[in-house]
């Protein structure tokens, strides 16, 4: 699949459709959204024009209606969504960032554990870390 560019919220939320449920029709992402949002069929189609200039969805025609198919994996768009944020907000230095939140955010042990295991693990020697 293809490195993805950055995705906007909207954009975001129909991808998350189809990459949960992929190939879907326009109509068949639009009763999906129903739940969560008011849009009209017509801002459905909108968002998946864009998507499909961008290069970030693809759109063949079955049995006479359009489906379309996820062209970027969701992990890959995440990780280009964390780029952006770290470099928008925090000139891409991690420890600010994970700083401000830990300091606005109740953090159960159980994150607070996780976290430290993520991180002696990438501290690790058999991963090529530094060790503490």
């Known amino acids: 699949m293809k490195n993805p560019p950055t995705i906007p919220d909207a954009e975001w939320t129909v991808m998350e459709v189809l990459w949960d449920n992929a190939p879907l029709s326009a109509g068949e992402i639009h009763e999906r959204l129903q739940p969560r949002t008011t849009w009209h069929l017509k801002t459905v189609h909108t968002l998946l024009g864009r998507l499909v200039k961008k290069d970030v969805l693809r759109r063949e025609k079955v049995h006479g209606i359009y489906v379309f198919h996820p062209q970027v994996e969701r992990a890959a768009c995440l990780r280009k969504a964390s780029e952006t944020f770290l470099q928008r907000y925090f000139h891409a ?30 501290c690790s020697p058999e991963r090529g870390g530094d060790t503490p």
């Open 93 to 122: 230095n991690m420890a600010p960032m994970l700083a401000n939140y830990l300091e606005i955010e109740d953090v159960s042990e159980e994150e607070l554990e996780t976290l430290r295991r993520l991180l002696d693990a990438k």
